[in-house]
């Protein structure tokens, strides 16, 4: 890339001597806090980040591109981007940390517009019925497409890496023993599962830790395939997999665990979901939530929302805990596995590209954009900081059979 | 305890065959849900609990001490048993557990009064000069008090009893190791605590971690026992104890360190504790904060709060999070050692009942009784889960030289 026919940096936004197109730029630009990013337009012009050189060049189709994107970047990027109107010279992951560091520079309180956004979310989502369609939109585009890149486990949550050299594969048998350990699994205790995605983590527990599971989870491709597996495996007497809601968990357990659902629930509905853990869990009992999060509390990004997950919400620990302090749950236990999703995701993005022409042949075009949009800025935000991955280990607040330390978790 | 002597167990509060004082008392046992604790009057009568032997019985010795019991007997339990108008036979311990387990159960939304009393303390408690005052009520009753009781360390936080037979001396050892392991330290390192009690953790970490402390405090008694024993250890040059308060801490430091102050700095100043350790931590810096919490808000024990530590709240993580969310800092592992901390109580009660005829020669007999209703109930609080002891790692959020794994702290 040739740094010397970008344009010298300084503000030209205002500056008539300067096209429109390059001041249209510039202002977007400001906006994300000056992030070191490129522009090469439709006639050949480049118009080149203020103070250093690109990690990342746009490559703008037309006039009419550039202005959807500078009406509403969050929305359009993706957009745009998926419909190959927008092309990427360079690093995608390195282009969108990059936004995340400079948009974190310039973070405002909460608009007038994104209430709006929240109150809608909150009205209209995770309904029994809600939450159904959501989760039919996300999970059920086919257990073929997403067993070319999930690895063997088919596990599509974040991996534990007991180091960094480990396998994907590797780390995520290490993320099931992880949460197995610390919810403290005996031999013939009854475990309860909510969202359960392909059952890996379920049938691990049967087979390895001897446990009864009943599994919950919406997603009717996901149940299908969990119930072949268990089959297969001889485990169908161990784990019932069950298509139904969270909501309508019934029985009574001595371990609560769900890993990767909770992103699903929605804020409004955390009370209730300690209702259900508090009706369901043994006065001895631990349990277990597993799920992506943030420092603090903020809307889900719009694209993502859009285009990815319906009514997902990455809550704060400070949300979180309203799953806990109505119903005196103790939290015992919380460990930030951020930089282990990163990972997970890097190895995601590897193997979703050696797949493409499969996936271009299964979906089009569009789609494989969307996704590797999708895969890398979530690498990107895990690796920056905008989203968290908690675990949080607890129990009924007058339970004295805890554990008295978490030695023995690393006690191999 | 002959419990055919007690009246048989039923209602009788509205009941005029039943004397005044019967039905006052039945009156009280119901608010805190029945427990089984039997009370001998003045006059050799004796009103038995419902439904079950009692745990504990009090002589109450006149009328008097009866209706002030009765009026207001969260308050006035502790003032009538420190002037020796009630008197327990059997076990203090059990009474106050089976106090803390029966009231949860008419547990009430925080009534007008009781916000009232919050408002007050938030508006006048814990400023600059209301800590000042606040600490020196407790921490400054003499070293030699409370070293007849903490044992060699002189630590007065909750221990970690690696395995529930280890010693208290060792178990606090063990817990500065815990922490110190928590947040990292590596030689050459500068470290800030924010109240450092007697100095116990700065000379260790100074000693063992080869790092530079710079510790703050605002117990002039303490800091003076501190800098005494640095100079007798040669750490004087290592550890410099400042008598000053936490907002007023400056420079930059690698770690960040803070057990058992933040109890004191109460909810209303967690915003702006966020900015002080905003400002001293370096941008790839670690902190712990250790302090007792409760599973969700509640305000602090009247009479504790009285007589014992005026201003002081121990948080839920719902509020402590105000320290973390609006400064973009990350939770990275949280740790709840509730059962420790009435292990550490069950120690410090026996010393201190070893050691009471001392403590009767320093202050009076009130003093005597006053802290023992404060040591044995801080134990019952902790044994039935009123309190929590949580310990929390934080890093600035943009930090990604952060422990990979938590396998390294329990690697020997």
């Excluded at 390059?22 to 080149?48: E, Q, S, V």
């Excluded at 989760?135 to 088919?154: A, P, R």
């Excluded at 949550?157 to 960094?164: G, H, K, M, S």
Aim: proline residues 3%; contains cysteine.
């Amino acid at each position: 890339m040739d740094e010397d026919s970008y344009e010298q940096p300084r503000a030209v936004a205002d500056d008539t001597r300067y096209s429109l197109e390059t001041r249209l730029i510039r202002t977007l630009l400001h906006a994300f806090g000056n992030p070191p990013i490129g522009f090469t337009l439709w006639n050949g012009d480049k118009i080149g980040p203020l103070g250093s050189a690109p990690v990342a060049t746009l490559h703008i189709s037309d006039r009419r591109t550039l202005l959807r994107l500078c009406t509403d970047p969050d929305l359009q990027f993706g957009e745009l981007y998926s419909a190959g109107k927008i092309d990427v010279d360079g690093s995608i992951l390195r282009m969108i940390e990059e936004l995340y560091l400079g948009a974190a520079e310039a973070a405002q309180p909460m608009s007038f517009r994104r209430r709006l956004a929240a109150w809608r979310h909150r009205r209209t989502r995770n309904t029994l019925h809600g939450s159904r369609e959501n989760i039919h939109h996300h999970y059920d585009i086919g257990n073929e497409f997403y067993s070319l890149w999930l690895g063997e486990t088919m596990a599509y949550t974040c991996a534990y890496f007991p180091t960094p050299t480990a396998t994907l594969d590797q780390a995520q048998i290490a993320k099931m023993d992880h949460v197995c350990r610390k919810v403290r699994l005996n031999r013939g205790e009854r475990v309860v599962e909510a969202g359960c995605g392909w059952g890996a983590l379920a049938l691990h527990m049967a087979r390895h830790y001897g446990v009864k599971v009943r599994a919950f989870n919406i997603s009717r491709e996901q149940i299908a395939y969990a119930r072949e597996r268990a089959k297969e495996q001889g485990l169908a007497n161990e784990v019932e997999f069950v298509e139904d809601d969270y909501r309508n968990i019934t029985g009574h357990y001595d371990k609560f665990m769900s890993v990767g659902m909770l992103e699903h629930v929605g804020a409004e509905n955390f009370e209730e979901l300690g209702r259900v853990i508090d009706g369901c869990l043994k006065d001895t009992g631990l349990g277990l939530i597993h799920t992506i999060g943030r420092n603090r509390a903020k809307l889900m990004h719009r694209w993502i929302d859009r285009r990815i997950f319906p009514g997902a919400h990455p809550p704060s620990l400070k949300e979180m805990m309203d799953i806990f302090e109505g119903r005196n749950l103790s939290v015992l236990d919380v460990e930030n596995m951020r930089l282990h999703y990163a990972k997970t995701l890097e190895w995601w993005n590897i193997l979703y590209e050696r797949a493409i022409d499969r996936v271009a042949k299964m979906f089009d075009e569009r789609f494989v954009r969307m996704w590797r949009l999708y895969l890398l800025g979530s690498q990107a935000a895990f690796t920056v900081g905008e989203l968290q991955l908690f675990q949080v280990v607890f129990s009924p607040g007058r339970n004295n059979q805890i554990p008295w330390t978490r030695a023995d978790i690393y006690q191999r």
